[in-house]
């Protein structure tokens, strides 16, 4: 009970200090929306796997800019005063669950807004949504824990970007098939691997994060 009381305290915390900054969140969705009018632009008209993979590459880069922050605005005497407060477990599952949130969030008016811009067709559009939160929460378990660990490597970008690279790629594939077959409006037993592996990929990476981020805190 009182681990929960400390993650509901600190995703509070985060919520407050996003909204009192609004600058964070208005810049994450400036980004979103021009970066699909410009492959609007770019593009115009795109065929059905073309519109799937780039919608995935504009959620991949947007996901990095929103969670990067996650462990670099916290200053180094902010980090003691949380050492003193809560358990490392609360505060990185805090912060998973705050980007968890963000990332729905920004996952829903990206698709909206794609939808709009890039018109298409769905074959399964609420398979294709599931598949948008799951993905979303597929990228704030990884990015978070990354960011976590470039946080103490001096908030290294390119540490984080080799770090991600092994996890994100096969994650990205998985995200694209799963996808592709809502498009193409298959059965949904044809996507149930896909769902397998992104729930286990999240499973291990959530674990890992429990037993390596008091490690990191020590530090």
């Known amino acids: 009970m009182e681990l929960l009381k400390q993650i509901r305290f600190l995703i509070q915390k985060e919520i407050i200090l996003e909204w009192r900054s609004k600058y964070a969140l208005n810049s994450i969705l400036l980004y979103v929306v021009s970066t699909i ?12 796997i073309t519109w799937n993979a780039l919608f995935w590459i504009i959620m991949l880069f947007a996901s990095i800019n929103a969670i990067s922050k996650s462990f670099m605005q916290e200053s180094r005497g902010r980090q003691l005063y949380y050492y003193s407060i809560a358990k490392p477990q609360a505060i990185i599952l805090a912060k998973i669950c705050y980007n968890v ?92 691997d896909e769902i397998g592996v992104l729930t286990a990929i999240n499973v291990v990476v959530i674990t890992v994060s429990l037993l390596l981020f008091p490690y990191l805190w020590r530090d």
Do not use: H
């Open 37 to 48: 009018f410009v492959c609007y632009l770019s593009f115009k008209k795109t065929e059905p």
């Open 101 to 192: 949130l963000l990332m729905l969030l920004l996952a829903i008016i990206a698709l909206v807004v794609y939808s709009i811009v890039f018109q298409n067709t769905v074959g399964d559009p609420l398979y294709y949504f599931i598949a948008v939160l799951v993905g979303s929460i597929s990228f704030s378990t990884v990015f978070t824990m990354i960011s976590a660990i470039a946080s103490r490597a001096g908030n290294n970008a390119t540490l984080m970007a080799i770090l991600s690279f092994p996890v994100i790629i096969p994650l990205l594939i998985l995200l694209i098939k799963f996808s592709k077959n809502a498009m193409d409006g298959l059965d949904r037993s044809a996507s149930l």
